[in-house]
């Protein structure tokens, strides 16, 4: 018998190599308590979280926690069905019908997750005879939406225009295109030039999906991402995104102006075949999509946040993924996988939690510590952050 887990062996020599060096396991970390959306007590201390996506701090909001309680005691904890049978509830509506006000568009359906969002839409979308241009930084749930798909997948440079314009001229005539994109990515947190991205596209007559996750509710004058930044919202045929990073549950949607999309409820399998949200969960992200609405002051104040972190790591000498700061995400870029695992531990003993990602989560191979922001980390908890990754990054000798 060949043994099917043999492929996994050189991963497990990676993870055992690295936890023989006695460092914490990064990817095990239990969070003890929460006591708000930046501290939780872990291995019983108070730690400063810095590596949610919990960028607009919606998760302890009031009004979502009482949405939510009401909606259990209301509906129940499960709907134990698929939206297009007995898995709709008024709730699902409203929050619908909240993406369809945040976005101004005429058409939002939700899914069980963001990952369920890429799959279902881009898969269901692009068919045998299509051909889906993607930048080739693009997170795993568009790859496996492709994947899951039957259209010829054409990767392009990341955040290259020429790139991308080569690629969709070479697109056989007549063909389907779809240029799908990202607002923010993840791992960097940096900003895609969608303005110029998407002319391009419409004029090599492709349509476009733009997956805003890592930029709802902080970027834009209202909070709809990068696409409304950068004035080009109209263009974008599709809008991905979830409600586990700015509205703090758990879901995913896509919205839309394409006059057929309602059609889409009954051809996406990843919609059709599994349960829909609890109640309590649309309860909480209506709540919460319709506070987004009105939260400049927060988003202003994540801004200062994320430009003050970036210039503070950069005086202490820290390589970062981007020259400015372009998000809420700041990227800390580290020389290898044992040194980013010692600094994680150290930062993590100081009292300070960030995401450590490698590869092949990351571009070019790289390890990383990721800090994410929080519109509700106070000026003196950056203070706190900064002195946590001068005393760590000196223990490590990652700075002298
Ligand atoms: C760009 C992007 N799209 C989609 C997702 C999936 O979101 P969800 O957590 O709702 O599945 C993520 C999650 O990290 C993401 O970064």
Redesign the pocket.
């Known amino acids: 018998m060949t043994d099917l887990f043999s492929k996994f062996d050189p991963l497990i020599q990676q993870r055992e190599t690295l936890l023989s060096t006695g460092v914490t396991d990064p990817f095990n970390l239990v969070m003890e308590r929460v006591e708000s959306p930046t501290v939780a007590i872990c291995n019983g201390r108070r730690t400063i979280l810095l590596g949610t996506?919990n960028y607009m701090g919606m998760t302890f909001d009031p009004d979502v926690i009482a949405a939510g309680k009401k909606a259990l005691d209301e509906f129940g904890s499960g709907t134990t069905g698929s939206r297009v049978l007995n898995g709709t509830y008024g709730g699902h509506k409203a929050v619908e019908q909240a993406l369809k006000d945040f976005y101004g568009m005429d058409h939002a359906m939700v899914f069980s997750?963001?990952?369920?969002a890429?799959l279902g839409i881009i898969s269901t979308i692009a068919g045998k005879e299509d051909y889906i241009i993607l930048d080739i930084d693009s997170?795993a749930?568009?790859y496996d939406g492709c994947a899951l798909g039957n259209a010829q997948i054409v990767p392009f440079r990341h955040n290259d225009l020429d790139a991308l314009e080569k690629r969709l001229k070479r697109v056989p005539e007549g063909a389907g295109k779809l240029v799908v994109l990202?607002g923010v990515y993840?791992m960097m947190g940096d900003v895609a030039p969608l303005k110029e991205m998407v002319r391009v596209s419409k004029e090599n007559g492709a349509m476009v999906l733009v997956?805003e996750?890592?930029s709802m509710g902080f970027i834009g004058e209202h909070g709809r991402g990068v696409a409304e930044a950068q004035g080009v919202i109209d263009d974008v045929d599709f809008i991905?995104g979830?409600?586990?990073k700015s509205v703090g549950t758990?879901?995913?949607f896509c919205v839309s102006n394409h006059p057929k999309f309602e059609i889409l409820r009954l051809v996406c399998r990843p919609y059709v075949f599994t349960a829909s949200l609890p109640p309590s969960v649309v309860a909480t992200a209506a709540t919460s999509i319709r506070k987004l609405m009105d939260s400049a002051g927060k988003r202003a104040h994540l801004w200062e946040n994320s430009k003050r972190l970036h210039a503070g790591l950069r005086q202490l000498g820290f390589t970062l993924g981007t020259d400015e700061p372009q998000s809420a995400i700041i990227a800390v870029i580290m020389p290898d996988l044992e040194k980013g695992a010692a600094m994680w531990e150290a930062l993590l003993n100081e009292g300070l939690y960030v995401n450590l990602a490698r590869p092949p989560a990351t571009p070019a191979n790289m390890t990383l510590l990721r800090c994410s922001l929080c519109a509700l980390h106070t000026d003196d908890q950056v203070g706190e952050i900064l002195g946590m990754f001068t005393a760590a990054g000196r223990a490590t000798g990652c700075i002298s």
Do not use: C, K, L, R
């Open positions: 996506y997750t963001g990952y369920q890429n997170h749930s568009i990202e993840s997956d996750a890592h991905i979830t409600f586990s758990v879901g995913g």
